[in-house]
């Protein structure tokens, strides 16, 4: 009896911990959603059908605009592994990742398709070059989100997506990113077993996780 009244008491804390620590998440936050798709529609203007001119811009004005003591931006752009996730794969270069917010380059010159995942974050998928389709279940027609748009899943949400033909983007995401990790790792150990990518995918996260947090980045 007082066994079970101390794990539920231990039980109500931690949902209550939880829930004040989601209300308050925002103050974390350091990139703002219109301001990056502000720059990647400059991007394409800056550099038209040059996707690694695209990158270097986009590196240039974040590390211009934000203080390394604020935020820590991976500007290694020759750091690229391959993500499978949700059926669909692609290559990333993890700009920033923390607690909080990630924001990566994600895309393939092959195009894919598949589940967009579930996640506890709100995702802004800003289209570089090529073209984004998805669709919802209960939707009989395609959302198309050509370059310069932004394809926005609000958190909870789940769509089947496809990066048609060639497509790359600017990927922000706001909310919870340690919870949305299983997702990232859940084919690479359920399928493809490509044991070095899943190894480096997890240590250049970590290594950009912890160094955010020794700058007071959550
Ligand atoms: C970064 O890009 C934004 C959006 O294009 C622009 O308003 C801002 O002036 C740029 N900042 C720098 C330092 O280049
Ligand atoms: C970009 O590529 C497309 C297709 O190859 C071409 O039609 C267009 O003129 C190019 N734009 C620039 C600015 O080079």
């Known amino acids: ?14 949902v209550s911990t939880c829930s004040w620590l989601d209300t308050i ?14 720059l990647a529609k400059s991007a394409i203007d800056a550099s038209p059908n040059n996707t690694a001119g695209m990158i270097d811009h986009i590196i240039a004005n974040l590390t211009a605009t934000y203080p390394s003591k604020e935020i820590r931006i991976n500007t290694d752009s020759s750091e690229w592994v391959f993500n499978n996730a949700g059926g669909a794969m692609g290559a990333m270069y993890i700009i920033h990742a923390s607690i909080t917010e990630y924001l990566i380059i994600f895309g393939t010159p092959l195009g ?13 998928f800003n289209i570089l070059v090529g073209e984004q389709w998805a669709f919802r279940a209960g939707e009989l027609e395609m959302e198309r989100y050509p370059a310069g748009s932004v394809h926005y899943l609000p958190r909870g949400t789940a769509k089947q997506y496809k990066m048609h033909k060639g497509c790359f983007a600017l990927e922000y995401a706001r909310g919870w990113i340690p919870l949305m990790l299983p997702f990232g790792f859940a084919d690479a150990l359920t399928s493809t077993l ?16 912890i160094q955010n947090l020794l700058i007071g980045k959550i």
């Open 1 to 14: 009896m007082l066994k079970w009244t101390t794990r539920i008491l231990l039980l109500s804390i931690f």
């Open 25 to 38: 998440k925002d103050r974390w936050y350091v990139l703002d959603p219109t301001e990056l798709h502000e």
């Open 112 to 124: 894919t398709e598949g589940h967009t995942g579930l996640h506890t974050a709100d995702d802004y």
């Open 194 to 209: 490509d044991i070095p990518t899943l190894y480096n995918t997890v240590r250049v996260t970590a290594r950009e996780m």
